[in-house]
């Protein structure tokens, strides 16, 4: 997949000012490396209310045609096969039948390969029943389980989680997760407080002690007008049943930055205006010194210029800087949910946290300072299922993996760094004086130092591999 990016300088040395589902140049700089694999472009670059940098005056069928010119194979979030069809019209109206027939050949050729790989040309037609034995049966289940829990970092561990091959049930204190309705790309999704995990598994590690829900709602109305589930309908555990546990084990999700139809990709269709992404919790307003305040890219609008003249319509670029906005967070009251339990708890019981890295783009870092000192130790899973933390969480399975990206130390971090070098990021250092850097990671015995870190940690690679010899 491309980027929605526009390749930019000043003198265009790179081509046209469009997004790169539609630039020869970025298209074709994956090509000069010998990728010939199937190219997909950007979700929503096609109708004209996506993103459609640079080609705002062309209609559907001519982004179309423009992007395959480019190189294109695919069109993402595109079901109107209307379009496709008249971009291909256009097409052939432009490079004659012959030349676009073979272009679309070639597109044909590298998805066809792809079927061809797998075996899906040769063989189309499943076996349902076989299908669902291959695909479900309990030996690949059992081992894709065990994948998953190979991939939980232990990020800290203040005496809290060791090898544990009793059988005792602790009683532990499991809070639930609270999510707010939101309206997304494939429809409603509705207000929820829910376990993170099904109550009938927790109970086969754990005496269960969890939160409960109002029967009175106070959210807002729902299309039926009956009022909904409110953060605050959420009644926390007591104190005083709290006081019969001996830890709690939070689940929560990274920060999810809000995703509905009107805003996507830091982009608020409503306002028509840019908003920052954030990696925290907490309120984020870029406007520290680190944030640009003129964009490095943006697309080329018609601008209001004075003259002599009068009032002047030019192109100029768009300032697409966010500087000054706040981002907006769809779950932010995760962070009331983690200070909850560390405020709360008895004060010889531990406080466990599980991240689990879900949603949108970005997806695996986050800002843990929020919460890390007054956390016991915290577990860190990149979209897995929950279930995957408990055998870390009671000491049955050891922790063995190791941070693929880094942890910044704020979100100032986040703006200070460069966009195209790597590890060039502020991480974040924990009460124990731990770095949480790429390659990171913790299992029973302390900070792992393997044959893995030692390969992973040599210096990176900062400019592009020669290209390989035609």
């Known amino acids: 997949m491309t980027s929605y990016s526009i390749a930019w300088s000043e003198n265009e040395e790179y081509g046209e000012l469009v997004a790169s589902s539609f630039s020869e140049y970025k298209v074709q700089l994956l090509r000069s490396y010998g990728f010939d694999g199937v190219i997909c472009t950007d979700w929503q670059v096609v109708e004209d209310e996506g993103k459609v940098w640079g080609v705002e005056e062309l209609t559907p069928a001519e982004r179309v045609c423009k992007a395959i010119k480019a190189g294109v194979d695919q069109f993402g979030g595109t079901s109107d096969l209307t379009i496709i069809r008249d971009g291909i019209a256009l097409l052939e109206e432009e490079l004659g039948e012959e030349a676009a027939a073979a272009r679309m050949q070639e597109t044909a050729k590298r998805l066809l390969v792809n079927y061809f790989n797998v075996g899906l040309f040769e063989n189309p037609y499943l076996d349902v029943a076989a299908s669902a034995a291959t695909v479900a049966n309990a030996e690949d289940t059992a081992a894709a389980y065990k994948a998953q829990e190979k991939t939980v970092v232990m990020l800290k561990n203040d005496g809290v989680i060791s090898e544990n ?4 049930k602790p009683t532990v204190y499991i809070p639930l997760v609270y999510t707010p309705a939101t309206i997304g790309f494939v429809g409603q999704n509705y207000y929820s407080a829910d376990l993170p995990v099904e109550m009938e598994i927790l109970e086969q590690y754990f005496n269960v002690v969890t939160d409960t829900v109002s029967e ?5 109305a729902d299309e039926n007008g009956e009022a909904t589930l409110a953060y605050e309908d959420v009644i926390r555990a007591s104190q005083e049943e709290l006081a019969a546990c001996d830890y709690a084990l939070v689940f929560t999700r990274s920060p999810k930055n809000t995703s509905g139809w009107s805003i996507t990709g830091g982009f608020d269709m409503e306002t028509q205006s840019y908003v920052p992404l954030s990696l925290q919790y907490g309120e984020y307003t870029a406007n520290s010194e680190s944030v640009k305040k003129e964009s490095e890219a943006g697309r080329m609008v018609d601008t209001p210029t004075q003259t002599p003249y009068g009032e002047q319509m030019t192109k100029g670029k768009e300032n697409q800087s966010y500087y000054g906005a706040t981002a907006k967070l769809d779950n932010a009251t995760d962070l009331d949910m983690i200070r909850y339990a560390q405020e709360n708890m008895p004060e010889d019981a531990k406080v466990i946290v599980a991240v689990n890295t879900t949603g949108k783009s970005p997806v695996a870092s986050m800002v843990v300072n ?6 016991d130790a915290i577990l860190y899973g990149l979209n897995i299922d929950n279930r995957a933390f408990l055998d870390i969480a009671t000491g049955k399975v050891e922790p ?21 070098l790597p590890r060039d990021m502020e991480c974040h250092v924990d009460t124990a004086g731990n770095t949480y850097s790429f390659g990171f990671g913790m299992n029973w015995s302390g900070v792992i130092n393997d044959e893995r870190t030692a390969a992973y940690l040599a210096d990176p690679l900062t400019e592009p591999a020669a290209k390989p010899q035609s």
Do not use: H, K
């Open 370 to 375: 929020e919460f890390e000192a007054d956390s």
């Open 165 to 168: 091959t009793g059988s005792d």
């Open 400 to 420: 063995s993996a190791l941070l693929p990206i880094s942890l910044p130390a704020d979100m100032e971090a986040v703006e200070r760094q460069s966009e195209d």
């Open 216 to 220: 009175t709602l106070t959210g807002p």
